[in-house]
């Protein structure tokens, strides 16, 4: 099997994409954010069986350096690595600049040079709001955040080592990822922990634009698909179930789960300025059938039982009274 390289591997997708590796065979290097603490994120919360297998190399993907060290003797590597929250790019997109775009720019050039494929992950927030559905890889581009403003940098520049340099790249676009150790900065965890917690009024923002789940097994399925297709290479694939459901539907789903007696609240700080809320997000998932043996394997119901048992076991990992951005 190959030795592959994970990046943003000790957060939530890439947690549950290294423990999936693992699982197939896959000798794996996790790249984690170094900080004095030696705190390995999600990683430090997988089986003894799994990390036994994971070799851990902390670093930081804005430090060329250390980004070409990470990546000797791998065969390729899962760029997960980035800032993803939306409100917070609102007040440091610089961050969001020097991460995404040039983070990927720093994998980019060290694979150039090394020799090893790239897998870019993407977002189906580069889409913006949808023109038509269900949105194909065809679908113009609309930077409605600083956040997808820099995915779409990070995904054209992979796009150009591709077609300048023949460097083997595939761009993975996942629409919207839940599931256990998400953190309460998405819709999902923030509407399930305020739950559980006993509150009678959850907060959110918007409840009228639609998105399209993936539970977060099925998204790393999608990632090891890609790279296990020679037939990705060059190109950039949805990983989407083709189904949407609003926010507003998705929190009366969870409150009659989990307490009935719950009430909505629109919360004026949650919500995103007018132009920058994507409202509908339906993706097409024809490409990533046509090219890998991907296919779901959870439903939206599983991948919610899932969700809640997780974070039922886990409340104290999550800061309920604050608004987390």
């Given at each position: 099997?190959?030795?592959?390289?994970?990046?943003?591997?000790?957060g939530?997708?890439?947690?549950?994409?290294?423990?999936e590796?693992?699982?197939k065979?896959?000798e794996?290097?996790?790249?984690?954010?170094?900080?004095?603490?030696?705190?390995w994120?999600?990683?430090?919360t997988?089986?003894?069986?799994?990390?036994?297998?994971?070799?851990?190399?902390?670093?930081d993907?804005?430090?060329?350096n250390?980004?070409?060290?990470?990546?000797?003797?791998?065969?390729?590597?899962?760029?997960?690595?980035?800032?993803i929250?939306?409100?917070?790019?609102?007040?440091?997109?610089?961050?969001y600049?020097?991460t995404?775009?040039?983070?990927t720019l720093?994998?980019?050039?060290?694979?150039?040079?090394?020799?090893?494929r790239?897998?870019?992950?993407?977002?189906?927030?580069?889409?913006?709001?949808?023109?038509?559905v269900?949105?194909?890889?065809?679908?113009?581009?609309?930077?409605?955040s600083?956040?997808?403003?820099?995915?779409?940098?990070?995904d054209?520049l992979?796009?150009s080592f591709?077609?300048?340099f023949?460097?083997?790249?595939?761009?993975v676009?996942p629409f919207?990822?839940?599931g256990p150790?998400?953190?309460?900065?998405?819709?999902?965890?923030?509407?399930i922990?305020?739950l559980?917690v006993?509150?009678?009024?959850i907060?959110?923002?918007?409840?009228?634009?639609?998105?399209?789940f993936?539970y977060?097994?099925?998204?790393?399925h999608?990632f090891?698909a890609?790279?296990?297709?020679d037939?990705t290479?060059?190109?950039?694939i949805?990983?989407?179930?083709?189904?949407?459901?609003?926010i507003?539907?998705?929190?009366?789903?969870?409150?009659?789960?989990?307490?009935?007696?719950?009430?909505?609240?629109?919360?004026e700080?949650r919500?995103?300025?007018?132009?920058?809320e994507?409202n509908?997000?339906?993706?097409?998932?024809?490409?990533?059938?046509q090219?890998?043996?991907?296919?779901?394997?959870?439903?939206f119901?599983?991948?919610?039982?899932?969700?809640i048992?997780?974070?039922?076991?886990?409340?104290?990992k999550?800061?309920?009274?604050?608004y987390?951005i």
């Amino acid at each position: 099997m190959s030795k592959v390289l994970v990046t943003g591997s000790d957060g939530f997708i890439g947690s549950h994409l290294v423990e999936e590796l693992v699982k197939k065979g896959y000798e794996v290097r996790a790249f984690v954010y170094y900080n004095s603490f030696n705190n390995w994120g999600w990683l430090d919360t997988l089986p003894k069986d799994i990390m036994d297998h994971v070799e851990v190399f902390a670093g930081d993907v804005r430090d060329p350096n250390g980004v070409r060290e990470s990546m000797k003797g791998v065969d390729a590597v899962f760029h997960l690595a980035a800032l993803i929250a939306i409100p917070f790019s609102y007040h440091s997109p610089d961050a969001y600049v020097d991460t995404n775009i040039k983070g990927t720019l720093n994998v980019l050039q060290a694979a150039r040079d090394l020799g090893t494929r790239v897998l870019v992950t993407s977002t189906s927030e580069v889409y913006g709001t949808a023109q038509y559905v269900p949105i194909d890889e065809k679908h113009p581009y609309q930077g409605q955040s600083p956040y997808s403003a820099t995915k779409i940098g990070a995904d054209r520049l992979a796009e150009s080592f591709y077609r300048s340099f023949d460097l083997p790249v595939t761009i993975v676009r996942p629409f919207n990822t839940f599931g256990p150790r998400q953190s309460a900065r998405a819709v999902i965890p923030t509407i399930i922990t305020q739950l559980l917690v006993g509150k009678e009024e959850i907060k959110l923002g918007s409840l009228t634009p639609t998105r399209d789940f993936n539970y977060v097994k099925d998204t790393a399925h999608g990632f090891i698909a890609m790279y296990e297709s020679d037939k990705t290479i060059g190109q950039e694939i949805n990983i989407a179930t083709q189904k949407e459901i609003s926010i507003g539907q998705l929190a009366e789903e969870l409150i009659r789960q989990i307490n009935p007696n719950a009430k909505i609240i629109c919360d004026e700080d949650r919500l995103r300025p007018e132009k920058s809320e994507v409202n509908r997000l339906l993706g097409s998932n024809q490409k990533i059938l046509q090219l890998t043996d991907w296919k779901p394997q959870y439903t939206f119901e599983q991948g919610l039982a899932e969700t809640i048992a997780f974070l039922r076991e886990n409340l104290d990992k999550y800061k309920v009274d604050i608004y987390n951005i």
